[in-house]
């Protein structure tokens, strides 16, 4: 008889990562190497094309780091709650929260403050809204045991049916001509872009900052320790006096909050204005938990990861158009991905013994 053993892994060196990681790519690529087989196209093309149309050209490649922006701020603030063990599902709800709260502040206030005034007074309300958004589940959790995995997924659904309310009702545009959405920002609340591209130059910024600044807190404070001992030893974290409810609400709080940020980068510096949830975001708070997982739960490299991932979201509209694939390509090609980066990540941590015994 054949019987598996499963044991931990205590040593697990950066090289061993890297080559996990590395083999986790490669498999999940040949599998979608079959579904495109499947589906009538070759492969090699099918995947050239998807790096030639997102990395090939300077048009796809600006587009790619546009798309990157909210990746790797909803990636880094997942890294977080990722790392306490909190399985942060709703990033998609917070970022509409996120677009939610900054439209509104800055159409209330965007006529009456300069740029230099509004446009930070709209990155707090979209940090604010996000993280509301994503404390709600931290209670539910700590206080009611309620899983985070279903509270944060049903949040999104409910966010996302908000957002369709008050674009059909109060917040419709007078100039919209009686079609769902809000009017324009005013000029002083729209982000400025990089001349020639879509890139919200600010947002970039604060989404390298927020990653960089979240791998110091970490690695080197105190609530880093803290987040990182809840997730990875309850009991150790509560002989220790760690305070559990105040730290989840606290990394749920940031993990949201940045969630809201790329609502913001969204609202006020692709589209400026709010409309259905479909348009304000493509998926991303799906996209980067992908993102974080790749990073290794690193904040720091989700910079790399968003951009990667933000290749293959561009690079996937690129074939709809030149090999007529449904737009459902780009999520098989994700989800297949994050399944193989999951399955690495439990060979990573763990050891399988074969051995073989007669009956």
């Known amino acids: ?16 990562t890297l080559v996990t990681n590395i083999f986790s790519l490669a498999a999940g690529l040949v599998v979608i190497s079959i579904i495109f087989l499947i589906a009538g196209v070759n492969p090699l093309f099918a995947i050239s094309e998807i790096f030639q149309g997102s990395f090939g050209s300077m ?5 790619t780091i546009t798309k990157a922006i909210p990746l790797i701020l909803i990636g ?27 439209t509104w502040t800055g159409l209330t206030f965007g006529d009456a403050l300069p740029g230099f005034a509004i446009i930070p007074l709209m990155f707090a309300a979209g940090f604010l809204g996000g993280a509301l958004w ?68 600010i947002t970039l910024i604060l989404a390298l900052a927020c990653a960089a600044i979240l791998t110091l807190a970490i690695y080197k404070t105190r609530f880093g320790y803290e987040a ?83 290749g293959i979201l561009v690079g996937g509209d690129a074939i709809q158009i030149s090999l007529g694939l449904p737009a459902a390509t780009v999520e098989i090609v994700n989800g297949t991905l994050l399944i193989f980066l999951i399955m690495g990540d439990y060979f990573l941590h763990n050891k399988i013994t074969v051995s073989f015994s007669r009956t």
């Open 134 to 201: 994503g404390i709600i589940p931290a209670i539910l959790k700590i206080r009611y045991a309620i899983n985070e995995v279903i509270s944060t997924l049903m949040l999104n659904y409910i966010c996302a049916h908000i957002l369709t309310m008050l674009i059909v009702g109060p917040w419709r545009g007078a100039t919209r001509f009686g079609f769902p959405g809000t009017d324009n920002l005013p000029d002083a609340a729209i982000l400025s872009v990089i001349p020639g591209s879509r890139i919200h130059y």
């Open 59 to 63: 048009y796809g490649f600006k587009e």
């Open 228 to 310: 990182r001992v809840v997730g990875e030893n309850p009991d150790a974290g509560k002989y220790a006096g760690i305070n559990f409810f105040k730290t989840t609400l606290i990394l749920m709080a940031v993990s949201g909050g940045l969630a809201g940020l790329a609502g913001v980068g969204e609202v006020a510096g692709i589209h400026h204005y709010l409309g259905y949830p479909a348009s304000v975001s493509s998926g991303y708070g799906f996209t980067a938990i992908i993102v974080a997982w790749l990073a290794k739960l690193n904040p720091l490299y989700t910079v790399i990861s968003g951009i990667f991932f933000a």
């Open 1 to 16: 008889m054949i019987r598996l053993s499963y044991t931990d892994r205590y040593q697990i060196t950066r090289l061993r």
């Open 76 to 102: 880094a603030g997942l890294t977080l709650a990722f790392r306490a063990k909190f399985w942060n599902i709703g990033a998609e709800g917070q970022m509409l929260m996120g677009a939610i709260f900054s």
